[in-house]
């Protein structure tokens, strides 16, 4: 009897003890539950309580100390979160995704000497994972420890087999590490593993050039050229041999030439290399005949695209070659790309240069057609027809020019506005719309308050229309401050004074004007001459 009395005494504890350990569990399974559907509500803050909770309930929860490290990072606290994930790794040193995530928190965190001993001891503890010895070598090489990458790469060679990219890699670090028999090696491996990719045995020309074996060199370079006469690598390792070889400067050209004249060389390279060839010459300040050889043969080829031409004019240009060589290369520019607003300025300047009106009207009027957002075109196109007296044309041009303005890098732009509405106001002013005029000047008086030319002739259309005389006196009268001794300037105040009924003083500008011509042995014209008689007749009658 008192057997069974312990018996049942014992099971009755047993019973008790799965219960209560039931009764735990699915607790601690409910909180788990809501925190985790705190945590998709994005109410981090209730998600941290519960799953905190749900750690004290079972403080050696490996999956408790994970999501609690995930919001943690949620709430920008990478310290608790680092310590939560720290503690699961130590309760599970063999879970790969604890550890994983550590790293991932180090690194965040600029910790790399941790992360990368952590990397270390799942290199050891994963094997057969890749992407761990990725991570691996990516720490080596944040450390500089080339020596420790050459033993990671190693060991991706053993787990997936040689291959073209992890050899050239290891190469890449020889030559940083300036071991020159292992980088020699691996090279040599390379040539005997892909013997038709004559790439590597240019490199082991290239590798004997540089420890100076320049015999051994050149009989690579000779082997590869037998093979394949038009190798790109090896005419570049050519070039650079003979640059390197005194008296050798025909030999140097020949292979230069050869080489860039490839069609096997793609154009950037071409032109990256034009463009130190060119550099190098205006550096030692050498002769042209040498490059502008070079820029020849290479353009007889068919040219898709007007790099290298604009490379040759913007030699040419800094060499001060005449307008007759450049202007025939610009051309080839616009024939290739017509809206190339760099060929189209600089014979736009060619013609201006030469007060070539229908010239300039020519170069202008395609860009106008392919609206350039350049208003520098639209004004000198108005201009020219301005000239032409095709004046309603100009009209237009100043138009698109003005609308092109405010959304235009031309580093002119305010001044071309400034132009733009002057003439404007000069044409409207000649067709007889004074009020358009008036409004053209008001515009550009806006942009430049101080533009005497505009203030003047703004003053001396009012005055002809005795139209706001106060204040055309006063725009006549700055205009002449600004600049004192033009004829024209003192003929309009003098105008302006006289329909203002002042007579003595507009003699007295009047005079001053007639005295700076004849100084200045300038035309008089019939406007001026008029001028004169009727100030004349009016001071008389005093």
Same mark, same amino acid.
């Given at each position: 009897?008192?057997?069974?009395?312990?018996?049942?005494?014992?099971?009755?504890?047993?019973?008790?003890?799965?219960?209560?350990?039931?009764?735990?569990?699915?607790?601690?399974?409910?909180?788990?539950?809501?925190?985790?559907?705190?945590?998709?509500?994005?109410?981090?803050?209730?998600?941290?309580?519960?799953?905190?909770?749900?750690?004290? !309930?079972? &403080? =050696?929860? *490996?999956? /408790? @100390?994970?999501? +609690?490290? %995930? #919001? $943690?990072?949620?709430?920008?606290?990478?310290?608790?979160?680092?310590?939560?994930?720290?503690?699961?790794?130590?309760?599970?040193?063999?879970?790969?995704?604890?550890?994983?995530?550590?790293?991932?928190?180090?690194?965040?965190?600029?910790?790399?000497?941790?992360?990368?001993?952590?990397?270390?001891?799942?290199?050891? !503890?994963? &094997? =057969?994972? *890749?992407? /761990? @010895?990725?991570? +691996?070598? %990516? #720490? $080596?090489?944040?450390?500089?420890?080339?020596?420790?990458?050459?033993?990671?790469?190693?060991?991706?060679?053993?787990?997936?087999?040689?291959?073209?990219?992890?050899?050239?890699?290891?190469?890449?670090?020889?030559?940083?590490?300036?071991?020159?028999?292992?980088?020699?090696?691996?090279?040599?491996?390379?040539?005997?593993?892909? &013997?038709?990719?004559?790439?590597?045995?240019?490199?082991?020309? %290239? #590798? $004997?050039?540089?420890?100076?074996?320049?015999?051994?060199?050149?009989?690579?370079?000779?082997?590869?050229?037998?093979?394949?006469?038009?190798?790109?690598?090896?005419?570049?390792?050519?070039?650079?041999?003979?640059?390197?070889?005194?008296?050798?400067?025909?030999?140097?050209?020949?292979?230069?030439?050869?080489?860039?004249?490839?069609?096997?060389?793609?154009?950037?390279?071409?032109?990256?290399?034009?463009?130190?060839?060119?550099?190098?010459?205006?550096?030692?300040?050498?002769?042209?005949?040498?490059?502008?050889?070079?820029?020849?043969?290479?353009?007889?080829?068919?040219?898709?695209?007007?790099?290298?031409?604009?490379?040759?004019?913007?030699?040419?240009?800094?060499?001060?070659?005449?307008?007759?060589?450049?202007?025939?290369?610009?051309?080839?520019?616009?024939?290739?790309?017509?809206?190339?607003?760099?060929?189209?300025?600089?014979?736009?300047?060619?013609?201006?240069?030469?007060?070539?009106?229908?010239?300039?009207?020519?170069?202008?009027?395609?860009?106008?057609?392919?609206?350039?957002?350049?208003?520098?075109?639209?004004?000198?196109?108005?201009?020219?027809?301005?000239?032409?007296?095709?004046?309603?044309?100009?009209?237009?041009?100043?138009?698109?020019?003005?609308?092109?303005?405010?959304?235009?890098?031309?580093?002119?732009?305010?001044?071309?506005?400034?132009?733009?509405?002057?003439?404007?106001?000069?044409?409207?002013?000649?067709?007889?719309?004074?009020?358009?005029?008036?409004?053209?000047?008001?515009?550009?008086?806006?942009?430049?308050?101080?533009?005497?030319?505009?203030?003047?002739?703004?003053?001396?259309?009012?005055?002809?229309?005795?139209?706001?005389?106060?204040?055309?006196?006063?725009?006549?009268?700055?205009?002449?401050?600004?600049?004192?001794?033009?004829?024209?300037?003192?003929?309009?105040?003098?105008?302006?004074?006289?329909?203002?009924?002042?007579?003595?003083?507009?003699?007295?500008?009047?005079?001053?004007?007639?005295?700076?011509?004849?100084?200045?042995?300038?035309?008089?014209?019939?406007?001026?001459?008029?001028?004169?008689?009727?100030?004349?007749?009016?001071?008389?009658?005093?």
């Amino acid at each position: 009897m008192c057997l069974m009395k312990r018996i049942l005494s014992l099971l009755i504890f047993s019973l008790s003890l799965f219960v209560s350990s039931w009764a735990q569990q699915t607790k601690f399974d409910y909180i788990f539950q809501e925190a985790e559907r705190q945590k998709l509500a994005r109410n981090f803050d209730s998600a941290i309580d519960l799953f905190d909770y749900c750690r004290q !309930l079972d &403080p =050696e929860s *490996g999956v /408790v @100390l994970y999501e +609690l490290a %995930d #919001l $943690y990072r949620y709430v920008k606290n990478d310290t608790l979160a680092i310590r939560a994930l720290e503690k699961a790794c130590r309760l599970y040193p063999t879970n790969y995704w604890y550890k994983n995530r550590l790293v991932s928190l180090y690194l965040e965190n600029h910790r790399n000497d941790e992360a990368l001993k952590n990397v270390e001891e799942m290199a050891r !503890l994963f &094997p =057969e994972k *890749g992407e /761990v @010895l990725m991570m +691996l070598l %990516d #720490l $080596y090489d944040k450390k500089n420890d080339r020596e420790n990458m050459v033993k990671v790469l190693d060991k991706i060679e053993v787990k997936e087999g040689k291959s073209e990219q992890l050899s050239m890699e290891k190469f890449r670090l020889f030559l940083q590490m300036n071991d020159e028999k292992r980088a020699f090696e691996e090279m040599k491996n390379l040539a005997d593993e892909y &013997p038709n990719d004559l790439r590597y045995q240019v490199v082991i020309g %290239d #590798l $004997y050039l540089d420890a100076g074996k320049k015999v051994d060199a050149l009989k690579q370079f000779k082997m590869v050229e037998e093979k394949d006469p038009e190798n790109v690598t090896m005419l570049l390792s050519m070039v650079n041999y003979y640059q390197m070889q005194e008296g050798q400067d025909s030999l140097y050209q020949s292979y230069l030439e050869r080489l860039l004249t490839n069609k096997a060389l793609d154009e950037p390279a071409r032109v990256r290399m034009m463009a130190v060839i060119v550099r190098e010459n205006l550096t030692a300040n050498d002769d042209s005949t040498k490059v502008l050889h070079l820029f020849d043969k290479v353009l007889q080829q068919p040219q898709e695209e007007t790099d290298l031409l604009e490379l040759k004019v913007r030699y040419m240009l800094t060499k001060s070659m005449p307008k007759q060589d450049v202007e025939p290369v610009l051309h080839q520019i616009l024939g290739i790309d017509p809206e190339n607003d760099m060929a189209r300025k600089q014979i736009l300047a060619y013609a201006i240069e030469a007060n070539d009106t229908v010239g300039v009207v020519n170069i202008c009027k395609p860009a106008v057609e392919y609206k350039t957002n350049d208003p520098v075109f639209y004004y000198y196109l108005g201009v020219g027809y301005f000239q032409m007296k095709e004046r309603q044309k100009a009209l237009d041009a100043f138009k698109g020019g003005l609308e092109r303005v405010e959304n235009s890098d031309n580093e002119n732009k305010l001044q071309l506005c400034v132009n733009m509405y002057a003439l404007m106001g000069d044409i409207y002013h000649s067709l007889g719309q004074d009020d358009k005029a008036f409004q053209a000047y008001d515009s550009c008086l806006v942009y430049r308050q101080n533009d005497a030319m505009v203030l003047n002739n703004y003053a001396y259309y009012l005055s002809l229309k005795k139209k706001d005389l106060q204040r055309a006196e006063e725009m006549s009268r700055q205009s002449n401050e600004l600049d004192p001794d033009n004829a024209t300037y003192l003929d309009t105040l003098a105008w302006v004074l006289f329909q203002l009924k002042r007579y003595d003083e507009a003699k007295e500008y009047m005079d001053k004007a007639v005295e700076l011509m004849e100084k200045e042995d300038e035309e008089m014209s019939e406007d001026v001459r008029q001028h004169i008689i009727q100030i004349n007749k009016k001071t008389k009658k005093k």
